[in-house]
Nanobody
């Protein structure tokens, strides 16, 4: 009943930037806490950042100061601005609906070359 579609991934060089978008379906998006997770090959899916319905944000230590999560409730969209990217940021990035997640997007690949 909830659809999440990520976009914005791609190939970038270390030090570069990307902005990921997650478009959500439904009329209750503005009331839902959202998040971004990532999963590197052979590793578990880890939390990157969260944003509450009220706009409160939290970040994994590994991305703090480099990534910014935001949302536009008029567009049912959550964003992840990624700056100063490092090769270790390479992963599939997933958008999540609610905390803990109840729904996931299909993922978008982010590859950072050195």
């Amino acid at each position: 009943q909830v659809q999440l579609v990520e976009s914005g991934g791609g190939l970038v060089q270390a030090g570069g930037s990307l902005r990921l978008s997650c478009a959500a379906s439904g009329s209750i998006f503005r009331f839902i806490d959202m998040g971004w997770y990532r999963q590197a090959p052979g590793k578990q899916r880890d939390l990157v950042a969260t944003i509450t319905s009220g706009g409160r944000t939290n970040y994994a230590d590994s991305v703090k100061g480099r990534f910014t999560i935001s949302r536009d409730n008029t567009k049912n969209t959550v964003y992840l601005q990624m700056d100063s990217l490092k090769p270790e940021d390479t992963a599939v990035y997933y958008c999540s609906w609610s905390q803990p997640p109840r729904y996931w997007g299909q993922g978008t690949q982010v590859t950072v070359s050195s």
